[in-house]
């Protein structure tokens, strides 16, 4: 593999001399055997699928802005994107952690079971969409729609939520900082208790955000779509 | 799918540059639309009115045209052709023009008319047609393009975008209308004509239509919103202005550098990883139905 060069069990790819697929290869077969314990990933430049399904406890650091499926169905790495990513970091996330130190595209963290995902910018439309236990962390504004139909988990929110917040929401919560520029169906604002502070608390502790969790609200679902209600005479 | 892009140049001293910037942006975009592709150019100053035909016959014989065009219309019409392309300078306008080309020349279809406008399209890969017609050796202030992955209509040159109506208009989109019909039956009832069943000929002719009526870009766009149903990234040019709009639902990707040089937009950050200074752009995704406006 002349385009890598091992230092000190770090190995580093340049994508603009490897293909994506022979990194994911690497990652998939390799990596056990090779002893890395750090995988430095250069020249991204809008490319998809870095590092999807990973399944090792080391660290990833992508150096670029990167395209879509980011880390897609992660497990136990932590990956770093020292730049922006495209639609869909992290999409099903199982465990570990992702950090996107520039903004994300749609759909951040969509459908996740566990771990954690940190978006440092904003993060776009759907964030969290169909999140099913991950926690996802936004340092800066969320687009609409986020977290539209969300079954478990938490997103935080830093920054503002744009219109269409937490629509169909089942039992995910969310907790924003900022504005609320408008909920979606079946949202409601209720107010914090002392659970809700000590899980904002502990996110922005383990994201590395130092925002006073007394500044966020809840966002949860009012479960009235839950049931089918024969009152609304199927007029819906 | 379907990817877009468009470059529009704030340095005019990079105008010569246009084609070379522009055409990996194209290609790059190759993978979310493989089987046409299309490029809209504009000078930066007034060339006199222009036309680009395409002819169905690869081994058309354009001296025939001139011949033709030299008795009929026009003496001494300039014809610059390159394979099934040629750039037509004729100072008749494009009503005239079109009559006579489908009475005469059936076979040559007219991709544009305008002052400053050239459209090349053609189906194919891509890097093919952007090599068939020499893009990167294409000057100019601005640029949009559009590789097609067609899910609607057939894969034909005609189908392929960008797409005009009118003078210096055009029209490049990555999503899919769910009433193009609706919207062409209203057109046609005003005397306006289609040349394709492709859906966004229904949105490039009625976003011209309010054009002519009157309304500015931004005005006509608002309109597009409450009549265009379905999902849509559209990316607009002018002989001056590029314009951007997402659907309600931001269901199409775009994404949008700006540096003092340039503004750049991509259906993806991989189409603007090449452009100079992008790394230190200031990028952003457009909002869903906001209009997004960018002047020469």
Known sequence: METMTDTDK??????????????????????????????EVLNPNGRHNIAVGMDAPVSVDIRGHAGYFIGGMNK??????????????????????????????????????????????????RCGISMKGCDIVVGGSVGHMSAFMAQLGTLVVCGDADPG???????????????????????????????????????????????????????????????????????? | ????????????????????????????????????????????????????????????????????????????????PQGRYARLYLDVDPDTLRRWMAEHFPQLHVLSAGHFMDIYKDAGHPAAIAERYDFPALTGSHAVGHTRMATESAITPAHAHPFTAGEDFCLVHNGSLSNPYKIRRKLERKGIRFETDNDTEAACRFLEWRLREGDGLESALSQGFSVLDGF?????????????????????????????????????????????????????????????????
């Open chain 1, 76 to 125: 136990q790495a932590g990956i770093t994107v020292h730049g922006n990513v495209g639609w869909s970091v992290g999409e099903n996330i199982m465990s570990g952690s992702i950090r996107v130190k520039g903004n994300a595209s749609e759909c951040a963290g969509a459908s996740g079971h566990g771990g954690l995902v940190v978006i440092e910018g904003d993060a776009s439309s």
């Open chain 2, 1 to 80: 799918m379907c990817g877009i892009v468009g470059l529009l140049l704030k340095t005019p001293a990079l105008n010569e540059r246009l084609g070379m910037l522009v055409t990996p942006m194209l290609v790059s975009m190759a993978e979310r639309g493989p089987d046409s592709a299309g490029l809209a150019v504009f000078a930066d100053r007034d060339r006199g009115e222009k036309y680009s035909l395409f002819a169905e016959d690869a081994h058309f014989d354009w001296d025939a045209l001139e011949r033709a065009l030299d008795e009929a219309l026009v003496p001494t019409p300039r014809i610059e």
């Open chain 2, 232 to 296: 849509y990234t559209l990316l607009m040019a002018t002989r001056d202005e590029l314009a951007l709009v997402r659907d309600s639902f931001a269901c199409k990707p775009a994404v949008v550098a700006e540096t003092d040089d340039y503004v750049a937009i991509g259906s993806e950050y991989r189409a603007l990883a090449h452009l100079p200074g992008v790394k230190e752009a200031s990028l952003f995704e457009p909002r869903p139905e906001e209009i997004y406006t960018w002047r020469r």
């Open chain 1, 165 to 236: 917040l937490g629509d169909s929401l089942y039992e995910a919560v969310i907790y924003v900082r900022g504005t609320i520029r408008g909920l979606g169906a079946d949202a409601q604002a209720e107010p914090m208790g002392e659970e809700d502070y000590a899980r904002v608390a502990a996110l922005l502790d383990k994201a590395g955000f130092d925002h006073d969790p007394k500044a966020f609200r809840r966002v949860a679902s009012a479960r009235t779509l839950y049931h089918w209600n024969a009152d609304h005479h199927q007029e819906y």
């Open chain 1, 10 to 39: 770090a190995v580093r790819f340049d994508l603009d001399e490897t293909s994506v697929r022979d990194l994911n290869q690497f990652l998939h077969h390799e990596l056990a055997e090779s002893g890395a314990r750090h995988i």
